[in-house]
């Protein structure tokens, strides 16, 4: 049944493409599919930017398009969202000055969704804002009369040394702290921001240090444990290949992700050379599924770890391939619902090793789908917080990845069972339905 009180969904991408009713983006998780799959069960209202200012409605979702100039969207979103903030909140340091015109852009991109917001939107139903694109928002809309706001930020949320790096990080937070509610992933993330606003009260920039404390909650974002595990499977790319490499008796180890620097894809291809070459015996009895999906490709630094990637992949594959096997199955498009989930139902083991992630549900949903698999799963993916059992490691570490896809690989069945069913206990207890509750 559909819970007809509407939530009010905020964030940069629109959960419906241009011209399309397919749900956007629901295929590779991430923020907009796990929300958008809250529209099986209420009604949402969804405010996300576009090239033209319009309405949508789909089902259960209509969506409220704040249309953004190509020049505006280039130093909001690629400069100041991605070349700015992504790296900076995945403690990677790579930018030497801050200009000011892309703080600006920031500045006008929230206030532009801001209107979008007051003019669709009455006090009393609950807005849910999304993520470092709209840090400001919070504070905007509680200045102009909304008050029922929560927020949630879904990277990591870094230490105070680092996040002063950022020359407004003051305004950032002073925007977050406009919510009534304010969420992380874990508590590490919530203790680093606690931490920041601890600072700038004795700084006398916060006047109630108390209040603010109250605000924040550790709570995951979950999926719909029971729409993915009987999901049905339309006939796609992957269902058929993979079913073939079963058949020759090949174990299928995967990882699926966009296109990111900070997802690990060339530390998980060291490490799968390295497997190979320390296990020569595992040569045709395994192979890598690498499925990649396009991503910011207007940004140079994508661009060229697109071509590191390309070249990894062809390092092992002219190696160590036969006429029989090749190692590395490198798939770079977008991926539809049916295709990912038999990634997920024909894959022996999959990696969710990221460099730095805020949480990542790829784990969560590949749980959810198989029952017969195991999991490689990064410390520093907040997920780990949450999911034990399968096996940890520190993808920086090349040695430990190789030796731990070994151990995966000859875990006892039994063993893998045991711990899958464990897993998804916890998989059905991180629902998407419970995030929301403690959200709004």
Not at 176 to 195: P, V
Not at 310 to 331: A, C, M, Q
Not at 354 to 364: C, F, K, Q, S, T
């Amino acid at each position: 049944m559909i819970d007809s009180s509407p939530v009010n969904i905020v964030s940069y991408r629109c959960p419906l493409r241009a011209g399309s009713y397919d749900l956007f983006e629901l295929s590779t998780g991430g923020l907009v599919g796990g929300i958008a799959a809250l529209s099986e069960k209420r009604s949402l209202r969804w405010f996300c930017f576009d090239s033209e200012r319009g309405r949508l409605d789909y089902r259960n979702i209509t969506v409220y398009k704040t249309g953004i100039t190509k020049e505006l969207n280039r130093s909001y979103y690629q400069v100041f969202c991605n070349t700015y903030l992504w790296p900076l909140f995945h403690y990677i340091r790579n930018i030497n000055t801050y200009h000011e015109e892309p703080w600006n852009a920031y500045v006008a991109a929230n206030n532009a969704i801001a209107d979008t917001i007051i003019s669709n939107v009455n006090n009393e139903t609950p807005i849910l804002v999304n993520d470092y694109h709209l840090a400001l928002l919070p504070s905007i809309l509680r200045n102009r009369g909304m008050s029922n706001i929560s927020f949630f930020w879904h990277v990591p949320w870094i230490t105070p040394e680092f996040l002063k790096i950022i020359p407004w990080y003051r305004e950032m937070v002073s925007g977050i702290l406009g919510a009534s509610k304010i969420g992380f992933h874990t508590e590490i993330y919530s203790k680093n921001f606690r931490s920041i606003i601890d600072e700038m009260y004795r700084e006398g920039l916060l006047s109630d240090y108390e209040t603010t404390e109250r605000k924040i909650v550790s709570v995951p974002l979950g999926i719909d444990y029971d729409s993915y595990s009987k999901r049905n499977i339309r006939k796609n790319f992957f269902e058929e290949e993979l079913k073939k490499v079963r058949r020759k008796g090949i174990k299928i180890i995967s990882a699926l992700s966009r296109l990111d620097y900070t997802k690990g894809i060339i530390q998980t291809l060291e490490a799968f050379r390295l497997f190979l070459k320390s296990n020569p015996g595992y040569a045709e009895k395994v192979v890598l599924v690498l499925a990649v999906s396009p991503s910011r490709e207007e940004i140079e630094q994508y661009k060229n770890f697109k071509q590191e990637v390309d070249r990894e992949v062809g390092k092992i594959n002219s190696s160590l391939r036969t006429i029989e096997w090749t190692p590395v199955l490198y798939i770079y498009r977008k991926f539809n619902q049916s295709e990912v989930a038999s990634l997920y139902r024909n894959s022996d083991l999959f990696l969710v090793t990221p460099l730095m992630d805020g949480l990542n549900i790829v784990a969560e949903e590949y749980i959810a789908m198989n029952d017969t698999g195991f999991l490689i799963i990064s410390e520093f993916a907040g997920i780990s917080t949450y999911i034990k059992g399968f096996i940890e490691i520190n993808p920086f570490d090349t040695k430990r990845y190789s030796d731990s896809i070994k151990m995966a690989l000859d875990i006892d069945p039994s063993e893998r069972l045991k711990i899958m069913r464990e897993a998804k206990e916890v998989v059905k207890r991180l629902s998407i339905e419970n995030w929301l509750r403690k959200m709004v």
